[in-house]
C-alpha cells in the first residue's frame, strides 16, 4: 500500500479552506444558485481535482495518476445518476432553490464522513478475504495483487472483491429501470424519513433554513431536515454501488481511493444545479452508467487471471461516458425535460 504523508496533507488542507470559504464566505446565507454559479464552482472542483492528480503522477508516478482518474471518472458518472434521484426527492418535497443548496452542502459533509468508512472498511475487509495460496490444473495461484504476473502463475482470488463483482454486474443491468421506479416513488416512506420520525417529531412546513425548531420544552425536526436525512440515506445507498466500483481499481491505497472519491462528492453540489436546468441532455446515460458498472463488475470477476491496467479501465469508462452524452444529443427525449 502506497502512503504519501505530503499529498494527504496537501488534499486536507484543500479540502477543508475550500468548505471554510464555501461555507463562511461565499454561501453564508441560503440563496438560490444560478448556472453561472454553478458552473464556475463545477469548474472550480474539476480543477482542483485534475491538479491535485498532477501531484500524485509527479510524486507517485503515471500508474498511480491513472488509478486516481480511474476512479474518480467512476465516481463521478455514477454520481450523475444520483442527482437525477435528488432532482426527484427536491421536487416530491417542494423545496426551493436556496434551500437546495443548503441540504447539499450538509448531505455532502456527510458523504464525507460516511464515504471515508467504506473505505477504509473495505480495504481492511479485502486485506482480509485472499484465498490461501494454491495450485489448480498446474497453475499457482499464489500472486498478491498488485504484483507483476507470471508465466504459471495468477493473482489469488478474494472473495470480497468476487461478490461485488457479481454484485456490479447484476447492479448494472438492473440500473436499466431503476429510473422508472425512481419516477413513482413515495419519498415519504423512504429509509431517512423513517428512522427520523422514531426519533424526532417532524414539522409539516418549512422554517426557512433551520433543521431543527423549539416549540417549549420541545426539540422538533423541521421538514428541512426530513429532506436532508432522505438525501443522506439515498447518498448511503447509492454508495453501495459507487464504492464497490472503485475497490476494482486500486484495492489496497485508501489515499488514491478516498482523496478521488471526495473531490468527485464535493463537485456534486454545484453539478446539481447544473443537471436540474439540463436534464434533457443526459437521457441515454444510464446506458452509458449500465455498461461501466457491468465493464468494472466483470473486471473485478477476471481480476485473478487477467489484470486490466488502469490506464484501459480509465480509455473504457471516459468512452463509454462520451457516447452516451453524444447519443443523448443526438436522440433527444423532450418528455425528460424539467418544466
Known amino acids: 500500500m502506497n502512503f504519501n504523508p505530503w499529498l494527504l496533507a496537501i488534499f ?24 453561472k454559479e454553478a458552473l464556475r464552482w463545477t469548474l472550480i472542483w474539476i480543477s482542483l481535482s485534475m491538479g491535485f492528480s498532477a501531484l500524485i503522477w509527479f510524486q507517485m508516478g503515471f500508474a498511480k495518476f491513472a488509478e486516481y482518474q480511474s476512479a474518480y471518472w467512476i465516481e463521478e458518472a455514477l454520481s450523475v445518476d444520483n442527482m437525477f434521484v435528488f432532482i426527484l426527492v427536491f421536487k416530491f418535497f417542494k423545496l426551493e432553490g ?4 443548503r441540504v447539499l452542502f450538509w448531505g ?25 495460496a494454491f495450485e489448480l490444473f498446474g497453475y499457482q495461484f499464489s500472486l498478491d495483487q498488485g504484483a ?45 424519513a423513517r428512522l427520523l420520525r422514531k426519533v424526532f417529531p417532524v414539522t409539516k412546513n418549512y422554517h426557512d ?28 445507498i447509492f454508495a453501495i454501488d459507487s464504492i464497490p466500483a472503485i475497490f476494482a481499481i486500486a484495492p489496497n491505497d485508501p489515499l488514491i481511493l478516498y482523496t478521488s472519491n471526495i473531490f468527485a462528492v464535493l463537485g456534486l453540489r454545484s453539478m446539481y444545479f447544473l443537471l436540474a436546468n439540463s436534464i434533457h441532455l443526459f437521457s441515454k ?17 477476471i481480476a485473478p487471471f487477467y489484470h486490466v491496467e488502469a490506464s484501459i479501465s480509465l480509455l473504457i469508462v471516459l468512452g463509454a461516458l462520451l457516447l ?10 423532450e418528455t425528460t425535460q424539467v418544466q
Do not use: C
Not at 436556496?98 to 443548496?101: A, F, G, I, R
Not at 446515460?285 to 470477476?301: E, P, R
Not at 452516451?324 to 427525449?333: G, T
Open 108 to 132: 455532502i459533509i456527510g458523504a464525507l464522513v460516511f464515504r471515508g468508512i467504506f473505505i477504509f472498511s473495505g480495504i481492511g475487509l479485502i486485506k482480509l478475504t485472499y484465498l490461501p
Open 324 to 333: 452516451a452524452v453524444l447519443a443523448s444529443l443526438i436522440w433527444k427525449e
Open 209 to 236: 433554513d433551520h433543521f431543527f425548531i423549539k416549540r417549549g420544552s420541545k426539540r422538533i425536526a423541521t421538514k428541512l431536515f426530513l429532506v436532508l436525512m432522505v438525501i443522506e440515506t439515498t447518498d448511503l
Open 98 to 101: 436556496k434551500l437546495q443548496h
Open 12 to 35: 486536507v488542507v484543500v479540502i477543508f479552506t475550500m468548505l471554510l470559504i464555501d461555507l463562511g464566505l461565499v454561501n453564508k446565507k441560503s440563496h438560490q444558485i444560478s448556472n
Open 148 to 192: 507483476h504476473a507470471q508465466p504459471g502463475f495468477f493473482f489469488r482470488p478474494n472473495l470480497i472483491l468476487t461478490i461485488f463483482g457479481a454484485f456490479l454486474v447484476y447492479a448494472g443491468i438492473k440500473s436499466l429501470t431503476d429510473s422508472e421506479e425512481d419516477d413513482k416513488k413515495d419519498f415519504n416512506k423512504s429509509l431517512g
Open 285 to 301: 446515460l444510464k446506458y452509458g452508467l449500465a455498461f461501466i458498472l457491468s465493464f468494472i463488475g466483470l473486471k473485478m470477476l
